[in-house]
C-alpha cells in the first residue's frame, strides 16, 4: 500500500530527532572519555607513573652475612657455607600447587619438604619468598634456571647456611643456629624485618643466641623489575646490607678437642681450664656431647630423640649448668673461714676417731678407722671429714658462706653461655627462705665438707682454685674481641684474706698431689717447673653410704678434681667432675692431669712428664683418643 506524503514527513521528522539524540548522547560520551583521558595523561600522569612503577618494581630483603667466630688462634670455629635453594612468590605463582607439581617434574623434592612449604606460603604475605627445598646441587639450580620460562614465581637462589668445622667440639659453647619459629618471635622483642624472612638462621643457643644482635648484621635489599607475568627481568639496584660482627673467643680449639676426647672416655663428664693471669676460659669440655649442624638444617625426629632419651644428657652444658655438691673440694674455704676467723692455727691438731657424734646422730669420716691427729696441711693431705665438722661448729655457716662467695660459689658469671647456673651458697637466711626451717648445726656440719645444700659447677671450682692459686678475684671471660676490637680485661682486686692463709691452702693442696699420703698422689706431675696442686672430692648422690660398684650408675657419687699448675708460677686452673665416677683420686683426678698437661705444652705432653709405672698405660690411652690429627700434633696453638 502506498505511503501518503503526509506520512513519509511524519516518519521523517520521528528519525532525524531519534538521531539527534543518539548523537548527543554519544558526543557528550565521547566529551566525558575525553576529559578523563587528558585528566589521567596530564593532570594525574605522575600519580599513574608512580603506581606503574610501583607494580613494575619489587623490592626484597637481603639476609647478611653472618659473623664468624674463631678461637684465641684464628681457628674458625662457626662459618657461612654457600647454600642453594629454590624458592617460590605465592603473587607471582598463581596455582602454587600446581606450579610446584611441575617443579617436581624437573628436580626430586620429598613430601616433607613439600609440605613444610605449602605450610609456610599459606602462614607468609604473597610477595614474600618461601623456600620449597635448599641444600641442593648446582646441577639441580641449573635444571630450575633453564626450565625459568615453565615455573612462573619460581627461581633458584643462593644463600648462607652456618656451618660448625669442628662439630661436637665446641656444640655446648658455641650453641648453634635455626631457623626462626612461631615461639622464637613471641619470646622475644625484635621488629627486624630479617625475621620475617622464612627459614632465616637466629641463635639458638650458647653464644650464637646471647650475641646474636652482634653477629645477624643489618639487612640488606635490592630493586628488581618484573614483567606482567610476575618474571624477574633484571635487578636494578643492590645494597647487601651490613654483615653481622666477627667474634674471637678466649677458648683454645686444641686443647678443648683434647678435653672433650679425654672426657668421652667416660660416661658423662665436664671441665673448665681457666688462664689464672687473665681469666680466660680457654676450654669448657663436656660429654658426651652432639653434632650441632644437624640442628641448622632442622634435625630429624629420630635424632633428636635419641639425644634427649639419652641418660648422660650430651645437650647439657654441665660445665655452666651442672650443680653438684662440691664435696671435699670445698674445704680449702672451710679453712680460710677458720684462719680468718682466728679459729685455726697452722700448728693445730684435731683428733679424728672416724667420726663426730652431734646429739644422737653421727657424722663419719670417709675413713672408718679414723686419721688419729691431724693438722691443717695433713686434713686437706688426707681430706679428713672429722677436722672440718669440728672447723664448722668452731666458724658457723655465716663465715663459711661469705668466705666461699669471695671465692665464687653461690655466683652466676656473666657469660654468654645457656642457663649458667649460680649454684647454692646457704646461710641462715637461705634456708628460711626457702624451706621455712631455721638453721640447724648439722647442716653446717654437712656443709663443711661439701654435701647438704651446697651446690657449684665446674665452672665455679675453676674459678674458686684460681682465685686459689692468684690471691685475686679473677673473673671468667670467653669472648675475647669483637670486630677486632679486643674487650678490655678487668682489673682483679686481691682478695680480702690475709696472703700467709692464702699460702697455707696451697701447701695443702700441694700435698694432696705430691706427698706419698696426698689422696691425689698417683696423679702427680714428675717435673719440678710443673708440679700441681690439687684437691680430690667425692660427692654422695644419696643419703646411704654403700660401695659403689654395688649400686646402679645413677646412684654412684660424682668424681670431682680442681688442681692449679705449676705450683710456683700459676698459670691454669682445672676443675674436672665426672658424673657419678665414684672417687675423685680414682676417676677425676687423671683426667684433670692429662688435661693440665696438655694445657702447659700446648699439644700432647711427652710421656715423661709423667710417672713412670704410669708411662704405658698413658701412651695406649693416647692411641684411643679421638682426636684431630693437628691437635694429637699440637699444630694447631701457640704456646705464648
Sequence with gaps: MKRSPKDTEASTR??????????????????????????????????FRL???????????????????????????????????????????GDVEAAIARLRQLIYIDDDEVERALKEISRRSPFVPVTITEQRSWDDVAIVAV???????????????????????FAHVIGYVGPVSDYDLGRIEDDDPLLQIPKFQIGKTGVEQKYEHDLRGSAGARRIEVNAAGRVMRELDRDDGVPGSDLQLTVDSGLQNFCEARLALGLSASAVVMDIETGDLTAVGNAPSFDPNKFVRGISVADYRDLTGNKY?????????????????????????????????????????????????RFHCWKRGGHGRVNLEQSLQQSCDVFYYELAQRVGIERIAECARAFGIGERFDLPMSAVTAGVMPDMDWKRDRYGESWKVGDSLNAAIGQG??????????????????????????????????????????LPFRPEHLALIRKGMYSVSNTARGTAFRSRIEPPALKLA????????????????????????????????????????????IEHGGGGSSAAAPVARDIML????????PLDAYPAADRRGVEEMFARLDLRETTRAGGERSRA
Excluded at 653438684?324 to 677458720?338: D, E, Q
Excluded at 665446674?458 to 674487650?487: F, H, N, T
Excluded at 660424682?558 to 667432675?577: C, E, G, I, K, M
Design 14 to 47: 520521528l528519525v532525524t530527532r531519534r538521531a539527534a539524540v543518539l548523537g548527543g548522547v554519544q558526543l557528550c560520551l565521547a566529551g566525558v572519555l575525553g576529559w578523563r583521558m587528558r585528566q589521567m595523561q596530564v593532570e594525574q600522569a605522575d600519580q
Design 51 to 93: 603506581l606503574a612503577e610501583e607494580n613494575r618494581i619489587n623490592i626484597r630483603l637481603i639476609a647478611p652475612a653472618r659473623g664468624l667466630i674463631f678461637d684465641r688462634n684464628g681457628t674458625p670455629l662457626a662459618e657461612n657455607a654457600q647454600n642453594y635453594r629454590v624458592v617460590i612468590v605465592r603473587e607471582d605463582a
Design 147 to 169: 626450565n625459568a620460562p615453565a615455573l612462573p614465581g619460581i627461581t633458584p637462589d643462593v644463600g648462607l647456611s652456618r656451618h660448625y668445622p669442628l662439630g661436637q667440639d
Design 313 to 361: 644428657r650430651p645437650l647439657a652444658n654441665k660445665a655452666v649448668q651442672g650443680a653438684y655438691p662440691p664435696g671435699s673440694t670445698f674445704k680449702m674455704l672451710v679453712t680460710l673461714a677458720a684462719l680468718d676467723a682466728g679459729e685455726l692455727n697452722a700448728t693445730e691438731t684435731i683428733y679424728c676417731g672416724g667420726f663426730t657424734k652431734l646429739g644422737d646422730r
Design 453 to 494: 645444700f651446697v651446690l657449684s659447677s665446674p665452672l665455679q671450682l675453676a674459678v674458686m682454685s684460681a682465685r686459689i692459686a692468684s690471691g685475686r678475684a679473677v673473673m671468667p671471660r670467653l669472648v675475647k674481641s669483637v670486630d677486632g676490637v679486643e674487650i678490655p680485661l678487668e682489673s682483679a682486686a686481691p
Design 534 to 577: 690439687g684437691k680430690t672430692g667425692t660427692s654422695q648422690v644419696r643419703s646411704v653410704v654403700v660401695d659403689n660398684s654395688e649400686v646402679p650408675w645413677e646412684q654412684r657419687d660424682h668424681a670431682l678434681f680442681v688442681a692449679y699448675a705449676p705450683y710456683d708460677t700459676p698459670r691454669y686452673a682445672v676443675s674436672v667432675v
Design 598 to 605: 696438655y694445657a702447659l705444652h700446648g699439644g700432647l705432653p
